[in-house]
């Protein structure tokens, strides 16, 4: 089989893709800014963020929850943020037994507390399992945050979020780099808010 490497030209193409996303995301700076204060007057309240999503966006709910549970910028005390993606037995014993949709839901029923934080993520905006635990946080009286594409999908159209991030593209690949990096950003204030800025 012939062998054809990427060349240079796919490569900048892509990138300024991203680039231009990224530029556009500025517009919603005060949506990421305001996420970014709940996460941080949640966290110094005693409150915890806990963060869902499929597929990529699962991998993006750990992402952030590892950067506050761990660090992210400076060594600080531990944050109280989960990701309802990584207990492989809760997730398939809940699928198992109620159906794959209630796997955020259940587990926040049973680990919910009034001044948390619920954030779920779905580049769609259509994933039930995060529209079903969005709508059981609601329910508890969390705050709820969300991160979509361009078109927001159920999340935008049911209102489920306080705070909804919407990535002004219908590119999965870019939608989910906004994300990590309005996670990043959502993580460096909130660390910043409540132990000095990193030397």
Not at 74 to 86: I, N, Q, S, Y
């Amino acid at each position: 089989m012939d062998r054809h490497p990427p060349s240079s030209a796919f490569v900048r193409t892509r990138i300024a893709e991203s680039v231009a996303v990224k530029q556009a995301l500025l517009e919603q700076a005060d949506v990421i800014a305001a996420m970014a204060d709940v996460v941080a007057q949640a966290l110094r309240a005693g409150g915890s963020l806990l963060t869902f999503g499929n597929g990529g966006s699962a991998a993006d709910a750990q992402h952030i929850a590892a950067e506050l549970s761990g660090r992210f910028a400076r060594d600080r005390a531990a944050l109280p943020a989960e990701a309802l993606t990584v207990n492989t037995s809760a997730l398939t014993a809940i699928a198992n037994d109620f159906g794959y949709d209630e796997v955020f839901r259940r587990q926040l029923q049973g680990r919910a507390r009034e001044g948390d934080v619920a954030l779920g993520i779905s580049t769609s905006g259509n994933s039930r399992s995060v529209l079903l635990a969005l709508e059981e946080a609601r329910e508890r009286g969390l705050s709820t945050l969300g991160m979509t594409g361009a078109s927001g999908g159920e999340l935008r159209r049911r209102a489920l979020c306080d705070h909804l991030l919407t990535v002004p593209s219908d590119d999965t690949a870019r939608i989910q780099e906004c994300h990590i990096l309005a996670g990043h950003l959502i993580c460096e204030w909130a660390e910043r808010e409540l132990f000095g800025a990193a030397p």
